[in-house]
């Protein structure tokens, strides 16, 4: 007779993680605990303004409360695995492992009189862009809002330490943004609060590859946040063979969505570009890109394509003459242009570079 099969049940933590609830939602969980209003005021600034790690951390809570909190909930966080900053200083990648042993990186750009930080929204993503490292992973899981919100509390932690702080979000890390609709608008929310990071959606960017549905959405709601376009390329066949998600939603869809989000927000959009010699690069590139933001209120990032590894350089980065004559064809239709040479491309913390398989990424 074999013995009874020793089942490997987990053992599976029912406590409510608070980080990641709005706050009326940590409201609703202190009344069932019978505690006073001011207590959801209290945690609120622990969790999202100091960054607390643990309820042991939170000093002015009473010893019962604090054993009481740890009884019902817990307080999930990051696990920072490894840190690598960029020969010259600006840029801060950290590799964070989720509490699956996932992993996802964040960077933390330092620029004149800011501190940007890009964030991902997936482990990972689907959408599988031809020039970009992370799609080679495609996707293992979406983030959720507490791991999104933890990888701005934990780097912030350290700069509030050090008598710095965070001034601006982007959402241009591992992942689309817009296929973790209520994950990553949770954590935007969670990002503004007055007594948390304090950074209100205007200071937070959103970039997407082009998913039109989470664009409208956005719209719909009005949460006023930054909007990037990854465009690439200004014809629908160039952009799929680039951009799979473009068979679904073309330019022209992508385009009319952009102009709803304007029209109902009043925010400037961003337009990414990056460059890939030979392919998207050229003149009449140039003037139809020109063509098809024509009357929507924009700026226009050009990316300098990013080696990434594996498999094998399908695409280059232009020459620097072709970059500037490219730039200076939209400037010359008075279209606001930078150039964004990525921060820390020696770190593999570019923009396209990021990916949790230590052993492709950078090329
Ligand atoms: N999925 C979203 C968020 C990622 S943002 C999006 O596509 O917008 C990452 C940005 O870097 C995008 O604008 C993308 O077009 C750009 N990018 C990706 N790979 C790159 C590379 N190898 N070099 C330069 N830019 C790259």
New binding site residues.
């Given amino acids: 007779m074999s013995e009874p099969a020793l089942l490997d049940i987990q053992t599976a933590d029912t406590r409510v993680d608070l980080k990641g609830l709005l706050p009326e939602e940590l409201q609703a969980f202190i009344s069932t605990l019978g505690k006073e209003r001011y207590r959801t005021k209290q945690l609120l600034a622990w969790i999202y303004g100091r960054g607390a790690a643990s309820f042991d951390d939170m000093t002015d809570l009473s010893r019962g409360f604090r054993a009481e909190l740890s009884e019902r909930a817990r307080l999930s966080h990051l696990t920072e695995v490894l840190r690598t900053r960029s020969s010259d200083g600006k840029a801060v990648k950290f590799l964070f492992a989720l509490s699956d042993g996932l992993q996802v990186e964040s960077v933390l750009m330092f620029e004149k009189d800011r501190r940007t930080l890009c964030i991902s929204s997936q482990v990972g ?1 689907p ?1 599988d ?1 031809t ?4 799609g080679r992973m495609g996707l293992l899981r979406n983030l959720t809002a507490a791991e999104i919100i933890d990888q701005v509390l934990a780097i912030r932690r350290e700069l509030v330490a050090g008598d710095d702080d965070l001034t601006n979000i982007v ?3 591992m ?3 817009l296929l973790n609709y209520d994950a990553v608008t949770r954590a935007i929310r969670l990002m503004g609060l007055e007594m948390g990071p304090c950074l209100s959606a205007k200071k937070v960017t959103l ?3 082009g998913h039109v549905p989470g664009i409208l959405r956005l719209a719909e709601e009005g949460l006023k946040v930054g909007l ?3 465009l ?1 390329a200004t014809v629908d066949e160039m952009r799929t063979r680039i951009m799979p998600i473009n068979r679904k939603w073309p330019i022209a869809d992508l385009l009319d969505a952009v102009r709803r989000y304007y029209r109902r927000i009043g925010r400037r959009v961003t337009f ?1 570009y ?1 460059l890939l010699a030979g392919e998207n690069d050229a003149d009449a590139d140039a003037d139809r890109l020109i063509a098809l933001v024509r009357g929507i209120p924009c700026k226009i990032n050009l ?6 590894a594996s498999p094998g350089p399908r695409h280059q980065r232009p020459s620097q003459a072709r970059i500037d004559a490219f730039a200076d064809r939209l400037r010359a239709s008075h279209l606001t242009v930078s150039v964004r040479y ?1 921060k820390g491309d020696d770190i593999g913390a ?4 990021l990916i949790t398989n230590p052993q492709e990424g950078r090329g």
């Fill in positions: 993503c959408l862009c020039f970009c490292a992370t959402m241009m890390g992942g689309e943004p970039s997407t590859a990037a376009v990854s690439n990414e990056v990316i300098p394509w990013n080696p990434i990525s570019a923009c396209g570079q």
